[in-house]
């Protein structure tokens, strides 16, 4: 009996698809992903909790978007059972999440849980990339569809310890370095010019055999634009919904008065802000990005680093909420206004590679959102957490107020 797929559809219709009913349940998974990751951060944000998360989370990321890819590219041949077999992956990964924290940072040592997410990153990757067809070269993100950066994870199940956390950060690294140095256009001329050679040897050895046919041909498949700006733009939604889930969560516990009130609007309005420039005023969950101005492989970057600062700014938030007026201690305030600035750079940096902002926009942006988040890092020291929170729905609201009266900026696609 064959997989079933997702509802077929006409290849001139492919400019209209929407993510399907599968796609979304897929994505579901990363609701599960930013609620384990807040153990990470949650109890004493330090430089190696920090690394940790980041290793984690870009790790999670990778595996998100083998099978959103696929999906993408697939269309209407999307094998269902193929997304949730992925779903059930990252669902392991998920879960081990707080055990690998513990582990590490509690200096437990127990190995359990580091191997479990190990086996279960591998056989994740291994199996979402396997799902292109044979002879298919994704152009813009080949990544997914090799495994070198898998080796170092393969090696890191018989390492105790530490090391197990270096190997991971190599294989990562790796990935990284892949999609910063190799376009699917130079992978596809290097395995097509291989296949010729061979054959070309194969005909010399025997010249009496049959030449038609002989050489195999690989085709470069590129993503649906409009889908692919879709899935990146839920995803952030999702991110941002489990960040209002984490407030919400964290207000539920906490004493009731007019300062959670205050801090929970606030967390509130920082939040549906971020949504605002994302979605509302931004294109695929990036803020000030336009739509058709940088490569799919540039957004998927920024993507990646824009959902993992929403995600840290969850865990600042609630953890806010948690300790009501009390000052935040120099890592938490760094934190939530490290992660904020990184999120207003990240819209600077798209608002420019899109040319969707002017010389005025670009230093208004960096002032209010950039600098001003810095200088609350460097100089509240005793500033309680929910004046922080305030401060930071202030920058938010008075970037979305700007977006509202300002005409857009005319740029070349």
């Given at each position: ?180 140095v190799v376009s699917g256009d130079k992978i596809l001329k ?224």
């Amino acid at each position: 009996m064959s997989d079933p797929i997702i509802a077929d559809e006409p290849e001139d219709t492919r400019i209209d698809r929407h993510a399907s009913w599968a796609e979304l349940f897929f994505d579901l998974v990363a609701v599960a992903g930013v609620a384990a990751l807040a153990h990470v951060l949650g109890s004493e944000p330090d430089l190696a909790a920090l690394g940790l998360y980041a290793l984690l989370f870009l790790s999670f990321w990778l595996s998100w978007t083998t099978f959103m890819l696929y999906g993408n590219v697939a269309a209407g041949k999307t094998r269902v059972i193929r997304l949730m077999i992925g779903m059930f992956g990252l669902g392991v990964m998920v879960a081990s999440v707080p055990g690998v924290a513990h582990s590490l940072l509690g200096h437990d040592g127990d190995p359990r849980p580091l191997t479990v997410f190990s086996i279960a990153y591998i056989a994740t990757r291994v199996y979402g990339s396997r799902a292109w067809r044979r002879g298919e070269v994704l152009l813009d993100f080949p990544v997914v569809q090799y495994s070198t950066g898998l080796l170092p994870w393969t090696a890191s199940i018989w390492v105790d310890g530490q090391w197990k956390l270096v190997l991971w950060a190599v294989g990562i690294g790796l990935d990284l370095l892949l999609v910063l140095v190799v376009s699917g256009d130079k992978i596809l001329k290097q395995i097509q010019s291989r296949f010729t050679a061979q054959a070309t040897t194969r005909r010399r050895r025997r010249p009496d055999a049959r030449s038609d046919g002989d050489v195999p041909v690989i085709h470069g498949v590129s993503v649906d634009p409009v889908h692919f700006s879709e899935r990146l733009g839920l995803f952030v939604i999702i991110v941002l919904g489990e960040s209002v889930v984490q407030v919400i969560g964290a207000a539920a516990d906490a004493h009731y008065d007019i300062g959670l009130l205050a801090t929970g609007i606030a967390s509130f309005v920082l939040l549906a802000g971020m949504f605002g420039l994302s979605v509302v005023f931004g294109y695929a969950g990036l803020p000030h990005l336009r739509a058709g101005r940088i490569p799919a492989r540039a957004a998927l970057g920024l993507h990646c680093l824009v959902t993992g600062v929403v995600a840290t700014v969850a865990v600042s938030l609630s953890s806010v909420v948690k300790h009501g007026s009390d000052s935040l201690p120099e890592q938490g305030r760094w934190l939530l206004c490290g992660a904020v600035a990184t999120y207003f750079a990240l819209g600077v940096v798209t608002g420019v590679a899109s040319h969707s902002s002017d010389l005025q926009r670009t230093i208004s942006r960096i002032i209010t959102g950039i600098v001003i988040p810095l200088l609350l890092g460097l100089l509240a020291t005793d500033a309680a957490g929910r004046t922080l929170v305030v401060w930071m729905a202030l920058v938010v609201l008075a970037h979305l107020w700007f977006e509202r009266r300002l005409a857009p900026v005319q740029g070349h696609a």
